[in-house]
């Protein structure tokens, strides 16, 4: 199975900041990377797909980019509705799809 | 609009069953592959389950094969997870998604979730 690892695992940052998330996967997915958003009690929301595809509706602070083993997410300028926890998923090599552990973003 | 609403959640004791149930509306529900995600208390996501768009093909997690059946009813566009031989360790909130673009990617349509709690 491939191996998803994010980066921070924790990350506490202020409004306005620049904040970048990484992923890195055990062996290549080619760019069959997508990220989501999870507030507390929430489903997961789909940011961003086929490693920098925007989903509509998702403001263009966000963006992605990677392809291989190496993706990133980023936030150019955290407004507060962003503050929630950042999971990637690889959907390369299936069964199973994985998902990393999770980045927590919190209000410094 | 695209609806997924689970239901069947519960408590129950190691060793039990229970099945849980995704209605899906507000698209073509037999044209598409269709997952179940679950979460544990304060964990990540994880994958558990699949099934394509005909249910014929299914495909499972390691840590619920043999335990776990997906099946799905494309007659009343619902979704079933049954569980048995269910262990504390699966406790968690339970999601059905839909499958995105390819079969293997997760949309942007997941329902609310159905707690699922093992205990004695």
């Known amino acids: 199975d491939i191996q998803m690892t994010q980066s921070p695992s924790s990350l506490s940052a202020s409004v306005g900041d620049r904040v970048t998330i990484t992923c890195r996967a055990s062996q290549s997915i080619s760019r069959h990377l997508s990220w989501y958003q999870q507030k507390p009690g929430k489903a997961p929301k789909l940011l961003i797909s086929a490693a920098s595809n925007l989903q509509s509706g998702v403001p263009s602070r966000f963006s992605g980019s990677g392809s291989g083993t190496d993706f990133s997410l980023t936030i150019s300028s955290l407004q507060p509705e962003d503050f929630a926890t950042y999971y990637c998923l690889q959907s390369y090599s299936t069964p199973p799809i994985t998902f990393g552990q999770g980045t927590r973003l919190d209000i410094k | 609009q695209v609806q997924l609403v689970e239901s069947g959640g519960g408590v129950v004791q190691p060793g039990g069953s229970l099945r849980l149930s995704c209605a899906a509306s507000?698209?073509?529900?037999?044209?598409?592959?269709m997952h179940w995600v679950r979460q544990a208390p304060g964990k990540g996501l994880e994958w558990v389950a699949f099934?394509?768009?005909?249910?014929?093909?299914?495909y499972y997690s390691v840590s619920v094969r043999g335990r776990f059946t997906i099946s799905r009813d494309n007659s009343k566009n619902t979704l079933y997870l049954q569980m048995n031989s269910l262990r504390t360790e699966d406790t968690a909130v339970y999601y059905c998604?839909?499958?995105?673009?390819?079969?293997?990617?997760?949309?942007?349509?997941w329902g609310q979730g159905t707690p699922v709690t093992v205990s004695s």
């Open positions: 998604a839909k499958s995105g673009k390819s079969e293997w990617d997760l949309s942007d349509y």
């Open positions: 507000g698209f073509t529900f037999s044209n598409f592959g």
């Open positions: 099934t394509q768009f005909d249910g014929i093909n299914k």
